[in-house]
C-alpha cells in the first residue's frame, strides 16, 4: 500500500477537549453504549481543523463559539485505527482517524447556559454528559480511543 492510500483511509477529524473553571473536561456517553468520548467530527472539505472544532462542539453539543475560548491546539495529529468490526457497522468510518485537537474553556458566565444545552443532546450521538477528568475519561473510553486520550492528558499536562 502505498503512501496516498495509506493517507486516504485514515478521515481527518477535528476533536476539542472542553474545561471548565476547575480543569475537568466535558464527556459525553455514545448513544447505546457505556463509551464515554469527547466531541469529535470529520473535517469537510475546503474546512480548516478550527472551522472544524467549531462546527463539531455546535452541532454535537449545543455548546456556541460565543460561549467559550479557544486554550490551545494540540501541535501534533494524533491518530487511531478503528477495529474492523466497527468499520463495517458504518459506511462512513473508514481504516481509522487522524485528528487535530484543541483545548477550549467555557466562558464561567455562560456555564448555566452550556449546561441547559446540554440536556437536548442529539439523541444519535449522545444520551448523556458529565464533568470529569482527563485521566478518568480515558480509562472509560472504548479501548480503541485509549491511547489517544492518555496521549492527550500527557499533552495537556505540558501544556499547563
Do not use: H
Not at 24 to 48: C, K, M
Not at 126 to 141: G, H, S, V, Y
Amino acid at each position: 500500500m502505498g503512501k496516498n492510500d495509506l493517507a486516504n483511509s485514515f478521515r481527518p477529524n477535528a476533536g476539542v477537549v472542553v474545561i471548565d473553571t476547575e480543569q475537568r473536561v466535558l464527556a459525553f456517553r455514545r448513544t447505546g453504549t457505556e463509551s464515554w468520548q469527547l466531541p469529535q467530527g470529520g473535517i469537510d472539505p475546503g474546512e480548516s481543523p478550527l472551522e472544524a472544532m467549531w462546527r463539531e462542539l455546535e452541532e454535537e453539543t449545543g455548546i456556541e463559539q460565543s460561549m467559550a475560548t479557544l486554550v490551545a491546539e494540540v501541535p501534533e495529529w494524533l491518530g487511531y485505527e478503528i477495529p474492523i468490526e466497527f468499520r463495517q457497522a458504518s459506511s462512513k468510518l473508514s481504516r481509522g482517524q487522524v485528528q487535530k485537537w484543541f483545548v477550549v474553556s467555557i466562558d464561567p458566565a455562560q456555564l448555566a447556559a452550556v449546561e441547559e444545552r446540554l440536556g437536548e443532546l442529539p439523541p444519535e450521538e449522545f444520551d448523556a454528559w458529565k464533568w470529569t477528568t482527563l485521566p478518568e475519561l480515558a480509562d472509560e473510553t472504548i479501548a480503541f480511543r485509549q491511547p489517544i486520550y492518555k496521549r492527550l492528558c500527557s499533552l495537556l499536562s505540558e501544556l499547563s
